[in-house]
């Protein structure tokens, strides 16, 4: 026999883990360009003008605040110009493939566990 779903208007459905998220199916723009630019503050006039040369000639779009009162905050900046990389693992043997260790016995059997 098959799954029985019943959908009851009276009963509201409650999403689990993110509770008031909704997802709206529109994707986040990337850093640095026109709908979501980076936000850099900067405290003197001389750092606005070398953030700014700097990206014009990468295509980036920054809105730069300066303002000496307050410290300089840089990171999406620092952001754009080394972007996260993902990780890569380490390839490890497959459990039916000889040992590394030089044992002579399958890598299950010898240093999975």
Same mark, same amino acid.
């Given at each position: *026999?098959?799954?029985?779903? =019943?959908?009851?208007?009276? *009963?509201?459905?409650?999403? #689990? $883990?993110?509770? +008031?998220?909704? =997802?709206? $199916?529109?994707? !986040?723009?990337?850093? +640095?360009? !026109?709908?979501?630019? %980076?936000?850099?503050?900067?405290?003197?006039? !001389? #750092?606005?003008? &070398?953030? *700014? %040369?700097?990206?014009?000639?990468?295509?980036?779009?920054?809105?730069?605040?300066?303002?000496?009162?307050?410290?300089?905050?840089?990171? !999406?900046? &620092?952001?754009?110009?080394?972007?996260? #990389?993902?990780?890569?693992?380490?390839?490890?043997? +497959?459990?039916?493939?000889?040992?590394?260790?030089?044992?002579?016995?399958?890598?299950?059997?010898?240093? %999975?566990?």
């Amino acid at each position: *026999m098959g799954k029985r779903v =019943f959908n009851s208007p009276k *009963m509201p459905r409650v999403s #689990r $883990g993110h509770a +008031g998220k909704i =997802f709206d $199916g529109l994707r !986040e723009a990337k850093l +640095g360009t !026109e709908k979501n630019p %980076a936000l850099v503050t900067v405290t003197t006039a !001389e #750092r606005e003008t &070398e953030i *700014m %040369a700097v990206c014009a000639e990468s295509g980036w779009v920054c809105s730069i605040t300066v303002d000496p009162d307050k410290s300089e905050d840089i990171s !999406e900046y &620092e952001r754009l110009l080394s972007p996260l #990389r993902p990780v890569v693992s380490d390839n490890r043997p +497959g459990r039916n493939e000889a040992c590394p260790c030089g044992s002579g016995k399958k890598y299950k059997k010898c240093c %999975a566990s």
